[in-house]
């Protein structure tokens, strides 16, 4: 499985931007594999934000993006989006995309996109 992510840039606070991750597969239909996101603020460590199952039929939020994210996927075109409302300046990080977590949602996962880099000005 390759991952690679699009759409990061600047945004102001309050705005919004919609990135996505297109998947590469091999062997297997990508509507059989759950997917997440994550993000990586500067200096600090990879942080959840968000998970949807092979069927979107689960979906996960961390708290601190609940209701101002949401994750989305469309399995014909291979691609997983995050839609992001009422950005604010702590949203800035880089953000990942993942597939197949090994355990749980919100922990570790067997591949990983590059990031997108998401920049919200004041």
């Known amino acids: 499985v390759q991952l690679q992510a699009f759409g990061g840039g600047l945004v102001q606070a309050g705005g919004s931007l919609n990135i996505s991750c297109e998947a590469s597969v091999t062997g297997r239909a990508f509507g059989s594999i759950d997917m997440g996101w994550f993000r990586q603020a500067p200096g600090k460590g990879r942080e959840w934000i968000s998970a949807?199952?092979?069927?979107?039929?689960?979906?996960y939020y961390a708290d601190v993006v609940r209701g101002r994210f949401t994750i989305s996927r469309d399995n014909a075109k291979n691609t997983v989006y995050l839609q992001m409302n009422s950005l604010k300046r702590e949203d800035t990080a880089v953000y990942y995309c993942?597939?197949?977590?090994?355990?749980?949602?919100?922990?570790?996962?067997?591949?990983w996109g590059q990031g997108t880099l998401v920049t919200v000005s004041s």
């Open positions: 993942a597939a197949e977590p090994i355990y749980h949602p919100y922990g570790d996962y067997n591949y």
């Open positions: 949807i199952s092979w069927s979107g039929g689960s979906i």
